[in-house]
């Protein structure tokens, strides 16, 4: 079974500057998907940005960039010129490729706290 | 633009009794699922769907019953309401991936205490 890794329960970060977020995960699979997901204090779900496993090119969304690292297992989050608005609970996940498997495994997540 | 619908949003249980959490999309997504959060975890899949009349269980499956008897709606149900069941449930939905882009929408959540 796959699963995900938060290794920092929380981070925090100046406005303006940049903060990254480890991810790791554990799969015996060659075609999968990852991606960050944004909870605020209303626990509302947010996807901020995914990547395809088959893809090199490391996924960006405006100030949000990932270092995926396929070999070492490795799915970062960069946020840059951090805001306010930033502040919540990020969460990883993992999603096979496999037809009818459309189920997510998360890890725990890493709170981030954006101080002004 | 309704997309997941989860009601109610907060409910409190006795020890016991049952209840239904619904779950409505208007996207005309096949995949179907229920998560449920607790505090300091990510979400757990519950229960998921591939298509209408097709469910299949995840890893915490235990305690819970779903069916899907139409493309839009999602139920879930809990049998006899136990405190371990305290959480936030989360359903979502998504499309054939080759058409969806791996969008997976979340619904905004239901609190569900049980005491």
């Known amino acids: 079974a796959q699963t995900v890794t938060q290794s920092q329960p929380e981070m925090s970060v100046q406005e303006a500057e940049t903060v990254t977020l480890s991810c790791t995960y554990d799969t015996s699979e060659s075609d999968y998907y990852l991606f960050w997901y944004k909870q605020p204090p209303s626990r509302q779900m947010i996807l901020v940005i995914r990547?395809?496993?088959?893809?090199?090119q490391n996924a960006t969304e405006n100030r949000f960039s990932v270092n995926f690292q396929k070999a070492a297992k490795s799915f970062s989050l960069k946020i840059s010129d951090s805001q306010l608005g930033d502040a919540a609970m990020y969460f990883c996940a993992y999603r096979s490729a496999e037809g009818g498997s459309e189920k997510l495994v998360f890890g725990k997540g890493t709170k981030l706290t954006v101080n002004p | 633009n309704a997309g997941v619908t989860q009601t109610p949003k907060f409910q409190v249980l006795k020890t016991g009794q049952s209840m239904t959490l619904q779950c409505a999309q208007d996207?005309?997504?096949?995949?179907m699922s229920w998560y449920r959060q607790d505090p300091g975890m990510g979400l757990r899949l519950i229960h998921y769907?591939?298509?209408?009349?097709?469910?299949d269980q995840g890893e915490v499956p235990n305690g819970y019953n779903v069916s899907r008897s139409t493309t839009e709606d999602f139920p879930l149900r809990l049998l006899s309401a136990a405190p371990s069941q305290t959480s936030v449930y989360f359903c979502a939905s998504s499309s054939d991936r080759r058409y969806s882009g791996n969008t997976i929408y979340f619904g905004e959540g239901s609190w569900l205490t049980v005491v």
């Open positions: 996207m005309n997504h096949e995949y």
């Open positions: 990547q395809e496993a088959y893809k090199q």
């Open positions: 769907s591939v298509g209408a009349g097709i469910t």
